[in-house]
């Protein structure tokens, strides 16, 4: 049964991103689609075998039946899967139960499209073409007294055991899904009874894609049951190392006519309910930091890092990764450092800031964590060395005190993190917020004439220089044949990468010290990530491609907790650029503003929480990635184009939309819920470059 009157149907209309020609409405006690086209294409998902469409007798004709209520069109066709089924005839402001019958009528396990046509329509007509409440697919003779499930009947309270919470209440034959994340480990717990007498038996399955569908558990229900207060439990089975994609399934497969099953709160929980402990650890410790320093390094991948297993040696890094938490799965909001930096300060995405390209400002209409904190009268610094995070670009905003160093400028690019101990050193006796953006693996690089000398490869002839990297790599890219950019040129490049790290890594160690000295080491949280990651993959690595390939998505993020003794495990919940403001904020004590978008990382932190992974979206000016699990979908404009496994494919080359149709319709969901049915984004501002800035940008390599 598919309730087109349910807003939250909207993402299934069509394949395209983009609200479709629906408006909803109520009448007649229902829910109503009032449809404003001549075609509406309805996409939905069947479990094989095909739900309880398969019910009723060997031979049996399917058939499709639907609640219409007439408007500007004469005739309504039904094509499913691309096929007829038949056509009605509707009269405008009549309301009836249309049925066809027919083979085509049959769903198909797997992706299914209803597509609905109207025609007749009066010329010039701006009236609604059709009304639909349901459309309903069976096996053998409609029943004249079907009634539709709504959700008044189906989602109720009930009492078990004196306790009241939220229940499913089903017929039988029928079916309750949930679709979206299920954790490694995790089970499925439910308290269960039959109302109106009689016997009932249901089923518990679990459904992915490229498995056959699991029943992890089955119940037999009588009278006895009517006042049980049980918990039943099932574990969800081998999901991998993480979780996955899929659904969990209440079916009441026998039951009585005038029997109900009700399943009192059915969800989902991790393994021990680690993540409850976890956040009861957090509300323990919460609050208690006296000073927070953000640390965002430039265009640095995680698996560059020795802390997340990469060849690059970083003792400061790999310092407070040993004695904080690691996050293996951060996401960047956006490829484009000042739409990563904005998410990091204002927890929200690049989308919604409307920061989408490197001429984009940081909104005037966006909170950040500068302005949070100095409400509760916290000192806050702001160091950039990235030109895209200056004041042309609003990042100067809400800061107690601001400095920007550019690549032009006679200083070595570790100069940030000299001024934030200075600043340190002048504050550190009240509660303080220090961010920092270095310039980290991003050229120009800041490595001596005699550090070059030892570099690889041996003999360079290269035209590759540390100084002018950034503008000659951002040449390279933007005008191929510019400048042959070959193997002995990548070679040098990733060596000046490494040498320009060792670098900002002796910077980060010296702000560490500084915490000590000051005597307030034990008393900061501690946060190190970075805007962007590398495309090692790419043809002109370090290069401003504003890629939304997952590699220059993919950033280190290592958070270390004020008055928590050495950590060192590494986290599989997914983490994002969102998250690190409402961490900075609950690190505090302090409330996130009702803008804030992401989460407080600390409840999720613990090594044996379970990887509670949520759908994440990048995003430049026409372009989206969305990532959730092993799972990429990419596209343009308003319409997805590929969905690639990672766990299979790395590389993300090969679209497996048909063989993963759940997958892909979750995927659909979550990129229609963050793009087209989300909040509208701040209006863009574009950036106030003057020519000082645009020098700092051309150098940069933009």
């Known amino acids: ?37 001549k075609t509406l294409a309805v996409d939905f998902f069947v479990v094989p075998p095909a739900d309880v469409t398969a019910e009723g007798p ?31 005839t509707l009269v405008h402001g009549q309301t009836r139960v249309v049925s066809l019958k027919g083979a085509a009528a049959q769903p198909v396990p797997g992706a299914n499209e209803l597509a609905l046509r109207a025609s007749g329509l009066a010329k010039g007509s701006t009236d609604p073409t059709v009304e639909i409440d349901w459309v309903h697919f069976g096996v053998g003779e409609p029943d004249p007294l079907y009634a539709a499930p709504t959700d008044r009947d189906t989602v109720v309270s009930r009492s078990f055991g004196g306790e009241p919470g939220r229940a499913l209440s089903l017929r039988g034959p029928g079916v309750a899904r949930c679709e979206g994340w299920l954790p490694s480990g995790s089970v499925v717990e439910t308290r269960a009874r039959i109302e109106g007498g009689g016997a009932a038996d249901a089923e518990v399955r679990v459904i992915r894609d490229r498995v056959a569908p699991t029943v992890i558990g089955t119940l037999h229900l009588d009278g006895a049951d009517a ?64 000073g927070v320093v953000v640390i965002v390094m430039g265009e640095l991948g995680a698996r560059s890092l020795a802390a997340y297993g990469g060849p690059l040696a970083t003792p400061a890094i790999s310092s407070l990764a040993s004695s904080g938490v690691v996050f293996d799965n951060s996401r960047a909001t956006t490829a484009v450092a000042n739409g990563a930096v904005g998410s990091i300060l204002t927890g929200l995405s690049a ?10 400002r940081l909104p005037h209409g ?65 509660r303080f917020l220090i961010g920092i953006h270095a310039r980290g693996g991003h050229p120009p690089w800041d490595v001596s004439l005699e550090r070059v000398k030892g570099l690889p490869p041996e003999n360079y002839t290269g035209g590759l220089d540390a100084r002018h990297a950034g503008e000659l790599l951002g040449k390279s890219r933007k005008t191929p044949g510019s400048y042959r950019f070959d193997d002995a040129d990548r070679a040098r490049a990733w060596a000046l990468y490494g040498a ?58 290592i958070v270390r907790w004020a008055h928590e003794p050495a950590r060192g495990p590494h986290a599989l919940t997914a983490a994002s650029s969102e998250d690190v403001a409402t961490t900075v904020l609950a690190a505090f004590g302090l409330p996130a503003p009702v803008t804030f978008r992401g989460r407080d990382l600390r409840p999720l932190a613990d090594e044996a929480a379970p990887a509670v992974l949520r759908a994440a979206l990048a995003i430049d000016q026409d372009r989206f990635s969305v990532r959730w699990g092993a799972f990429v979908s990419t596209g343009a404009r308003d319409h997805e184009n590929k969905l690639c496994d990672l766990s299979l494919e790395p590389a993300c080359v090969t679209d497996v939309r048909e063989s993963y149709p759940l997958a892909s319709r979750l995927l659909h969901r979550a990129l229609y819920d963050l793009r087209v049915s989300a909040t509208a984004p701040l209006q863009r501002e574009p950036a106030s470059l003057d020519l000082a800035t645009q020098a700092a940008l051309k150098a940069w390599g933009r």
């Open 1 to 37: 049964m598919l309730d087109l009157g349910a807003r939250d149907l909207a993402s299934q209309f069509g394949p395209k991103l983009v609200r479709p020609p629906v408006d909803w409405l109520e009448r007649e006690g229902s829910s109503w689609a009032e449809v404003h086209a």
């Open 58 to 88: 060997a031979g049996a004709t399917p058939f499709l039946e639907a609640r219409v209520r007439g408007g500007a069109a004469r005739t309504l066709s039904f094509y499913l899967n691309g096929h007829a089924i038949g056509a009605v």
């Open 227 to 290: 006042a049980s207060s049980r918990v039943h439990s099932w574990p969800v089975g081998d999901l991998g190392v993480q979780g996955t994609l899929g659904a969990v399934e209440l079916t009441v497969v026998r039951a009585g006519a005038s029997s109900r099953v009700v399943f009192g709160e059915p969800r989902v929980v991790g393994p021990e309910r680690a993540a409850d402990h976890a956040a009861a650890s957090a509300h323990a410790q919460g609050g208690s930091a006296r």
């Open 351 to 360: 989308r919604d800031l409307g920061v989408i390209d490197g001429d984009s």
């Open 366 to 430: 966006a909170t950040t964590i500068a302005d949070a904190v100095g409400q509760a009268s916290i000192a806050s610094a702001f160091f950039t060395a990235n030109p895209l995070t200056s004041a042309a670009f609003g990042f100067d905003r809400g800061w107690s005190h601001f400095e920007a160093h550019g690549p032009l400028e006679d200083a070595p690019a570790a100069r940030v993190f000299d001024d934030a101990v200075a600043w340190l050193a002048d504050h550190h006796e009240g």
């Open 500 to 557: 320009a790290m060792e670098a900002e890594d002796s910077g980060i160690a010296r702000v560490m010290a500084a915490l000590k000295t000051a005597g307030v080491d034990d008393s900061t949280t501690v946060v190190l990530t970075s805007d962007v990651g590398v495309n090692d993959a790419a043809h002109v690595p370090f290069a401003e491609s504003e890629s939304l390939d997952e590699a220059a998505l993919a950033t280190p993020l």
